[in-house]
C-alpha cells in the first residue's frame, strides 16, 4: 500500500512531489522511491519528517506504528493522511485524538476511502437530500474472495467491518451505540477454526439500526452493497449503475443529463494517457487518420441523410504510418 | 471546452505545465490563464507553439481553425491532442494526414475520448479477447436532452453520430464502407424543421452491420449505449454495472475479485482531495475521531463476536474541534 | 379471500367444480355463489361438507375458524386446502397435526402460495441443484406499503413474516430454532404505536441464519426478495429477471432457451381468453385482417430480402368489419 | 403445436372440453385425443367441424391447410382460434378476410400470443396511457438458440419476424408501409447458405420506424425484447423485470403496490395443484405439519419482539406421516 500511495503521489495526482520515503527496510523505500527527482530515503519515520520539502505526510505503514508517525507529524505541525486503521487500540486513538485537540487545529486525515467513492458519495447526496426521509436501516453486505493467510475472527471485525463502521457513521451522521455479532456455522470454504461469515448489527444513537454481512471467503467475487431504507424509500449502491432509488411505485436510477458528467473520466484519462506518452516521447490514441476517416463518414452521412438512399464511403489509401491498427 | 482542458491540464492531471494559452479573444485566454504560473497569453495560435517551454499543444479551438493549427504544429515537431474533428471537411482532414505521413512520424492525436471511457475499454477487450466469436452487428443508441441553438439535421451526422463512427471503427477494427439513414417523422420536442432522432445504418468492410440511433432532444436523459452482437454471444454497455455479456445460457457481468479494482478511483480521489485541501490549509475528510469511534466501535465488535451478546460502545466525550459533523 | 377463491375455482382452474359455499353471512356466501351452477349454499361448514358433490375442502375463513373446520373435514376423509394461518395458536395447529397423523394419512394442505411464486421455485432448484453448495445465510425483505387498520406489533411477525418463516424452513429444509428480533425507531410512516420497521433474525437446525426486514407502512411498494448466500455462490429472487445467480467471477440471469419456456404463460392465456369470449358468444384479439396484413407484410420483406432494396407493402382496403382497431 | 393445444383445451384452461380433433394421421389424432372423455377423432377437418358438440374450432394445422379450414367453420358459422401463419400467402389471406366480411361478424382470431404476453401488455398499456407520448421508434430484437432443419433466409421474415410485424402494428395502431432487409455477413453458427442474421426495418404509416434484429442461430439464448422510444420517454421489454421505463431523468420499473399483483400468478398455480392432486388421490404442498411449525415460530418470535431477547422456538417431534421433507 505505501509504494501504491508513493506511486500516486508522483504520478496519479496533481499538485503534490515525493520529497521523503521512510521504511525500516531501507531496501525497500529505495525501491518506491526510484526514478523520483529529488526524493530522499529514510530508515527512520521521524528522520523522513524533517527532511528538507517535507510540508505534509502520508502515513501507510503498519497499524501499530501509527500512534509515533502521528504524534511526530502533529509535533512538526504537518497536515497528515493515515490509512486506516488510525490506531488500531482505541486507547491509543483516543491519545491521537486527544493530541490534535490540544494542538487546536485539524492536521489528520483518515483514509477511509469509501467517502471518496463516486456511488457512497451520491448515496450520501440522496440521504442527506431529504427526499427520501429519515433512514431506518442500513443492509449491507462486504464480501472478498478469500483471506490473506492470519487472518483471525476478530480481523473480520476490525479490518474488515471497519469500513462498513465508518460508512454508517458517515451515512448517517449517527454515532454507533451498540453491537451484536451472530455467527453462522461457517462456510466449507473458510479457514479451519476461521467464523466466516459473521452478521454483525449495530445500534445507533438515532434509533437506527445497520446489519452487516462480512464473508471473506466468499469465493465468487469482491462485492460491497449498501442499501439505505428510509422513511419514503430505499437507496442502494453497490450491484447497480449508480443508486438504485425506490420511492412511491417506482424502482430506477437517476439518468445523467450531460454528456459531462457520463464522460467526466474519460477526459481525464485521455488527457493524462496523452501527457504521458508525449513524456515518453510516443504518441498513442486515436490517429489523423482516425480523424480523417470519420469525417469522411461522416460526409457520406450527411449525403445519405439528404438523398434518402445508401451512400458508399470513399477513403483515399492509408498512409503506412498509419499501419493497420486503430 | 478549451478553459476546461486549461484547467484539467493545470490541475487535473499529473505530469504537464501550462506554458502558453492562445485565443484570438485574448481576454478569454487571460480569464483560462488565471492563476497559472508562468504561462503567457496569445492571441495567435502560432505564437503560442513558439512561447518558451511549448512541448505539446492540445488544440481546442473550433473545427474550421483545426488543420492550419495541425500543419503549424507539425512544422515545429510538436506532439499534438486536438479535440474531435479534427478537420470538418474530409479534404482537409486528408491534407493533415499527408502532411504528418510526409513528416514520417506520429505527431497526433484525435481526441476520441469514448476510447477512454472505462466501459468502452471493457467492452473493447470483450470483443478483442475472441471470448463472444466475430462481431456482426452494433446496436447503438445516442441520446441528448436537447440539442444547443442552431443545430442542423447534418450536425446530427457530423457531430454527435461522429462519436459513433469513430468507436465502431474503434471496437470492430473495420472501416465503415456505405451509410443509409433513415428518418422517422421527427418528435414534437425537436426544434421545427429538425430531423431527429434519425436512424442511421453503416456496413463495413468485415461485412458487420452498425445501426444508431440518434435523438438529440429526446428530454429524457443523456443515454449513450453499445451492444455488439457476436456469433458467440453479446456484450452491452451503457446501461449496465460494467459489460452486460451474453452467452450460451447466462446473462451477466464481471465481478470484480478485488477491492483495488472496485475502489482504484476512490483511492486516487481520496489522495488527490488530500493534496488539493493541503495545498490551501486546510484539512477535510475523515477525522482523528472518526478514526478513533471505528476502533472503539471495532473492539465492542470483538468483545460481542466472542461473547455472543448485544455488546454497548464506549466512547469518550468528543472534543470541540471536531463539532458535529462528520 | 374467500369470495377470491370460489372464482378462481369457479372459473380459474381446471378440474374442479363448486358444489357448496359456507359463511355465518349466508348473504355473503350467495354473492360469492351467484351465477355457478348447481351450487348450494350454507351458514355452517359443517353442513356444507356433507353438502351433495363435495369431494374435497378450500378453508379461507378466518383463522380462529379453521381448526374446527380442519377437524371436521378430517372426520369426513375430505382433502382441504387450508389458507394461512393453518391454525393461528400452535396448541391448536399441533392439535390438527395429531388428527390428521391418527387418521394415517394426509389430507390437508396449508397455503403458502410462495411456495408456488416462479421464482422462488426456481430459487428452490438452484438451492437443491447443489451448484451453489450449503446456504449458510438468507437475507430477507417484505414490505408493504401500508398496514390494514388494527394491525398491530405482533402481526408483523404471525401474519406477515411468517410467509418468510415457511419460505425459509421449505427453501432450507431445515427448522428454525431460535429467534430475536430488532426494533429500529419506527418510521413516522407507521401508525402511532406500531414497531414498523422490525427487523428479524432466525437461527436454524443446520447452522444457517435467516434475517428477514419486515416493514409494512413502507410506503413506496410491496417488495418480497430473498438472497441466499452459500458456500459457492450466492442466488437472488424478487428484484430481477428471475434468479440472479452469482458464482466464480460473474452475476447474471440464466437466459431461455427455447420460445415455449418464454411464452408459456401466453400461450394458456391467449387460449383462455378465447375460450371465455366464445362461451359468451364474442371474438376478441387479433383479427382475420391481422393475419391478412402479417402475411402482406411478410411477402414484402421477403421481396425486399431478395432484392436488397426498400419495398413499399400494398393493403387491400380494409373492410369494415374490422374497424379501425387492432 | 396441436398435441399441446389439446392438452391445454383439456386440463389448462377451464371452461373448454375437446369434443373432436382431427388429423390426415389419424393415429397422432388418437394419441392426442388420448383419455379425454367423449371425444371424436377424424382424418379430415370438415368431419371435426360436424361432430356433434363442437361449438368452436382451434385450428394448429401446418399453414397451407388453414385457408379451406377457415373458410368451412366460417360456413357452419364457428368461432375459430387459427395458429400464425393465418394464411401463409396473402392473396389466400385476403381470401379469408373477405369471406369472414361477407358473412358480417367476427368469427376468426388469429394465433399472435405475444399480445398475451404480460410484458407486452405492460409494455402496451404504458404506450395508450400517453405517458411517454408518441412512439417515434421500436428497436426489437428477436433471437433463437438455433433453426430447425429446412428454415430458409425467407422464413427468417416469414416465420420469424411475423411477430415482430404483428407486436409492431399493435403496440403501434399503424399499419407497415415499407420494408428493407439489410444482411450483414452471416454468423459461422448458421447453417451454410442461411443469411442469419438480418436486420429489417420497417416504416409505418404514422411516420414512425421499426427495426428488427432477427438471429436464429445466435448459439446463446432466446431472446425477445422491443423498446419504443417514444416523444417523452421509452419503454422496454424483455429484459427487465416487468417493462423498464425512461423518463426525465430516472430509469426504472413500477414497483408493484399489492401482494396479489406480485403473487397473483402463484395463487392459481397453487389451487390448481391441489385440484390436480386431489382428482388423483394424492396431497402434495405444504403440510399440517408446516403449519404447526410456523405457528410455534411465530409465536416464539413475538415473545422475543415483547422481551427484546433471543428466544428458543420449541416444536413437539414430529409425527412420521410428515416424514422428513417439506
Known amino acids: ?36 527527482e529529488g526524493v530522499t530515503v529514510h530508515a527512520e519515520a521521524e528522520a523522513a519528517l524533517d527532511a528538507p520539502g517535507v510540508e505534509a505526510v502520508l502515513i501507510a505503514s503498519p497499524g501499530p506504528a501509527h500512534e509515533e508517525a502521528l504524534l511526530a507529524a502533529f509535533a512538526r505541525g504537518l497536515p497528515v493522511l493515515c490509512e486506516k486503521p488510525m490506531v488500531p487500540d482505541s486507547d491509543g486513538a483516543l491519545r491521537v485524538v486527544e493530541a490534535e485537540a490540544r494542538g487546536g487545529r485539524r492536521l489528520a486525515q483518515v483514509g477511509f476511502m469509501r467517502r471518496y467513492d463516486a456511488e457512497y458519495r451520491r448515496l450520501k447526496r440522496v440521504l442527506d437530500g431529504g427526499r427520501v426521509g429519515r433512514p431506518l436501516m442500513l443492509h449491507c453486505v462486504h464480501r472478498n474472495v ?41 462456510s466449507a ?22 446489519d452487516v454481512e462480512i464473508f471473506v471467503n466468499c469465493g465468487f467475487g469482491y462485492q460491497v452493497r449498501c442499501e439505505a431504507v428510509c422513511e419514503h424509500g430505499s437507496a442502494r449502491v453497490g450491484e447497480d449503475n449508480g443508486v438504485l432509488l425506490t420511492t412511491a411505485g417506482t424502482a430506477g436510477a437517476e439518468v445523467p443529463q450531460d454528456y459531462l458528467v457520463r464522460f467526466a473520466d474519460a477526459y481525464d484519462r485521455e488527457v493524462q494517457a496523452w501527457v504521458d506518452a508525449t513524456r ?47
Chains 1, 2, 3, 4 share one sequence.
Open 1 to 36: 500500500m505505501g509504494a501504491d500511495h508513493v506511486r500516486r503521489l508522483d504520478r496519479g495526482v496533481s499538485g503534490a512531489r515525493v520529497a521523503a520515503v521512510a521504511d525500516p527496510d531501507t531496501g525497500r523505500a529505495e525501491e518506491a522511491a526510484a526514478g523520483i
Open 146 to 186: 478469500s483471506s490473506p493467510p492470519g487472518f483471525t475472527s476478530a480481523m473480520l471485525i476490525d479490518s474488515s467491518v471497519s469500513h462498513e463502521i465508518d460508512a454508517a457513521r458517515w451515512l448517517l451522521g449517527q454515532e454507533l451505540t451498540a453491537v451484536t455479532v451472530l455467527r453462522p456455522r461457517p
Open 189 to 210: 470454504g473458510a479457514p479451519q477454526g476461521l467464523l466466516d461469515p459473521q452478521f454483525v448489527l449495530f445500534e445507533t444513537d438515532g434509533g437506527a439500526l445497520v
Open 280 to 326: 515518453q516521447g510516443r504518441v498513442t490514441g486515436p490517429t489523423a487518420w482516425d480523424g480523417y476517416a470519420a469525417s469522411a463518414v461522416a460526409e457520406a452521412g450527411i449525403r445519405a441523410l439528404e438523398s434518402g438512399r445508401r451512400t458508399p464511403v470513399d477513403l483515399a489509401p492509408r498512409p503506412a504510418l498509419y499501419g493497420t491498427s486503430r
